[in-house]
């Protein structure tokens, strides 16, 4: 299987060294021995490791040099606890240099950090936060635990649950509520009053629990004062689910591993079972939901980085982080049990440790029912009332721009709007530069990061504009940029940003949609002409495009993929002749273009003669890159949303989980797409991993529209518009019609799980 991380991410130098250094000590245990051997012990890990780790740095993971730790940063963090995940590793590293460690780090008691945080970095001492008091409760305050004042100390009363390595801790690091506020106290294991019960875990290891009956601290044991606990605990709690989503992608990657190898070697009516399409196929969905995990982690440890002390900033990059991976990793460890069959619900096997692993983290701290709902709330409102992000001068100029200059009466349209309808607005883009954000500012674009673009999406989405896809920009221009020659590019690229040539696409045949190699659609060599023949169909707004790029056979009797050319013909030509297709919305943008005896100028040919697969793949990857962009759904999702606000059903509970969890499945993929075009901004190719995009947010968009019609009951079957009291207009119907095709067009789902089952799975044939 191929490691999409190599191929797709760019590691500094100290992220790459970290990675390897953890992924060499933690692939040390292969088979998992070490860990069954410690199930159920006391204590629930290795005290050897433990030293081991400690000799590493990794017990002091975030503290300061000073006090023994390495500082290191979330990007980097993240990688390391990655791997430490994948191992299964029973040691509480997260527990301890993560959340005991921070909140003594974060205090204000500094005589408390120089005793014992070099001791706990040099593995002499070892603390564990006790804070939380109901199981599944992730709100800090209110706290029943009490600590009351008395004798120049305090005397704390109450109860604290899911501790964890409470049954070895030296102390404990407690939050209770005093005078003056939330604070936190250190309490020796062996303090007078305090009771530990341990209960076991199905993953081997334990939670314990604290009875606290007048157990007395002085004040030179208050960890954080009121003045700096809560702010110290919030920020603890938010790198430790940073932590937790990390390992978590850890669990579910090498678990997904395990079960790819066993269906490409376990053998069942004499085939291996890894060539069945439904487990292949099945096997892909948990590929792309590990590879989502992986995108999401990796964005929000870099976004964390980036925002510092901003602890809006951090809450909801480490939400959306522990959301998407509570989820995806137990669908894909229940996906690798279904891989392994019978033998995966035995103890013997070791997919069920992974699982188990995946049922704690999963639930420990926040699960990603709490975490979606903490996102929604912490990203605010949806739509055009939502408030631009502070600090951002992109975003607040785009909106601006948009409220002056884009037509109120094109905002959200029954149907997308055509290029040469909005001939207007093309041109106010054209001269605010604004046409090509993708495109390098040599050529006359913006040069914006995929980050940056994504942003700009989501305003004009926000605004409601509805717009086809320039394919000129979007497409070919980009093709031109890499492939065409010093004429072409003079003679379009400047065309293409004005908006005076629109363009269409000539891909898909009556016999050749998804297997596009099978195109017959001949180009003849005739002196310094091609003379076409053929058909082309799905080709949106044929009949407003001045151009044409297309893919013709020009060698039918080499092998399918290399007798392919890409020509660029007018389609105002001779022989052209193009008939438009009702949908199902009423619109009729799809059309069939038919070619007779067309000539088209040999200087219009792309990349050489019979290079045209070159070409294809090429433009297939950012097809698939624009077909995946998240704006797909965002529409539907914007719509969904203020129906529900109008209806007053965002306070349903069941309504809203629901919506919480379709917004995140559109911004998590948001990731994903910013990590593959960043791969393109760097001048590198996209394989087959492209159609991951494809897959998730074309399937995604139907979730929101199946629940859009769900949410507008009757009002979902009026042909007509729905005017809402914000004065959003929703045409119901058409949105869910339109997403109906999102899964076919561009290569189907099907076909796309067919490629990357083959291409980055490597499953047997």
């Not at 060294?17 to 204590?43: H, K, Q």
């Amino acid at each position: 299987m191929i490691d999409l991380s190599l191929r797709l991410d760019a590691f500094t130098d100290d992220e790459r060294m970290v990675r390897d250094a953890a992924s060499n000590y933690c692939s040390r245990d292969p088979e998992l021995r070490r860990v069954r051997a410690l199930r159920g012990l006391t204590p629930g890990h290795d005290p050897e490791a433990w030293r081991e780790l400690a000799t590493m740095g990794w017990l002091g993971l975030r503290l300061p040099e000073r006090l023994g730790g390495m500082a290191l940063p979330c990007s980097q963090l993240a990688l390391l606890l990655e791997q430490f995940g994948r191992s299964l590793a029973p040691e509480p590293l997260t527990a301890v240099s993560i959340l005991a460690a921070g909140v003594l780090l974060g205090g204000d008691n500094e005589a408390l950090k120089n005793l014992w945080l070099p001791r706990l970095a040099a593995g002499e001492w070892l603390a564990s936060l006790a804070w939380q008091e109901s199981a599944g409760s992730q709100a800090i305050q209110p706290q029943a635990t009490r600590a009351t004042p008395r004798d120049g100390g305090f005397v704390i009363n109450g109860s604290k649950c899911v501790v964890a390595a409470g049954e070895s801790a030296n102390a404990f690091v407690v939050s209770a509520s005093g005078p003056a506020g939330l604070a936190m106290f250190l309490i020796r294991r062996d303090a007078p009053g305090l009771t530990i019960t341990t209960r076991p875990r199905v993953d081997g290891g334990s939670w314990s629990e604290l009875a606290l009956e007048g157990v007395v601290v002085g004040n030179s044991e208050v960890v954080a004062s009121a003045a700096v606990a809560m702010t110290t605990l919030e920020r603890v709690l938010d790198d430790g689910r940073l932590a937790l989503s990390a390992e978590l992608l850890g669990v579910m990657s090498r678990a997904f591993e395990l079960a790819v190898d066993y269906i490409k070697m376990r053998v069942q009516f004499g085939k291996k079972i890894g060539t069945f399409q439904a487990l292949q196929h099945r096997a892909v969905d948990l590929f792309v939901l590990v590879e989502l995990s992986r995108a999401v982690v990796r964005q929000s440890a870099q976004r964390i980085d980036a925002v510092g002390d901003d602890a809006g900033g951090r809450a909801l990059a480490v939400s959306q982080a522990k959301a998407r991976c509570s989820d995806a990793a137990l669908k894909v460890l229940k996906g690798c049990i279904q891989l392994h069959g019978g033998i995966g619900y035995t103890d013997e096997c070791n997919i069920g440790l992974f699982l188990k692993r995946a049922m704690v983290l999963s639930a420990w701290l926040g699960d990603a029912g709490t975490h979606r709902r903490r996102y929604s709330d912490l990203a605010g409102e949806l739509g055009p009332h939502a408030e631009a992000a502070p600090g951002d001068p992109l975003q607040r100029e785009v909106r601006t721009f948009l409220a002056a200059n884009f037509p109120p009466q094109w905002r959200f349209p029954p149907h997308r709007l055509s290029l040469k309808d909005t001939e207007p607005w093309q041109r106010k883009l054209a001269e605010k530069g604004w046409a090509a954000p993708g495109w390098p500012v040599e050529y006359g674009g913006m040069g914006l990061s995929p980050f940056d673009q994504l942003k700009m999406a989501e305003e004009f989405d926000r605004h409601g504009v509805m717009v086809m896809t320039n394919m000129g920009v979007v497409m070919l221009g980009e093709l031109l940029i890499r492939y065409g020659t010093p004429e072409q590019k003079r003679d379009f690229l400047p065309r293409i940003l004005s908006g005076e040539m629109r363009w269409c696409q000539g891909y898909s045949e009556p016999g050749a949609g998804s297997d596009l190699a099978a195109l017959q659609t001949r180009a003849v060599l005739d002196g310094d002409e091609f003379v076409v023949d053929g058909q082309k169909i799905w080709t949106s707004f044929a009949h407003e495009a001045h151009m044409i790029f297309m893919l013709v056979r020009t060698d039918p009797q080499a092998k399918k993929q290399e007798g392919i050319s890409f020509l660029l013909a007018d389609m105002k030509s001779p022989g052209i002749t193009v008939r438009r297709i009702k949908n199902l919305t009423g619109s009729s943008e799809f059309c069939e273009v038919f070619f007779d005896n067309v000539r088209v100028p040999r200087a219009n040919l792309v990349g050489g003669l019979n290079r045209g697969w070159t070409m294809a793949k090429s433009l297939l990857g950012n097809e698939r890159i624009m077909i995946g962009h998240p704006r797909l759904a965002k529409v539907p999702l914007l719509s969904l949303h203020a129906l529900m606000k109008s209806r007053g059903l965002l306070d349903d509970p069941s309504l809203r989980a629901r919506f919480d969890e379709l917004r995140l499945d559109i911004e998590d993929l948001g990731a994903s797409y910013v990590r593959m075009a960043d791969v393109l901004r760097r001048g590198g190719e996209l394989g087959p991993e492209v159609s991951m995009l494809k897959i998730w947010i074309s399937e995604a968009m139907q979730r929101v529209t199946d629940m859009l019609i769900e949410v507008g009951a009757e009002t979902a079957t009026l042909d007509e518009s729905t005017v809402l009291a914000d004065g959003t207009q929703v045409h119901i119907a058409n949105q869910y019609f339109a997403s109906r095709p999102a899964t076919i067009y561009g290569g189907s789902s099907e076909i796309q799980r067919n490629v990357l089952a083959k291409g980055m799975l490597e499953l047997p044939s």
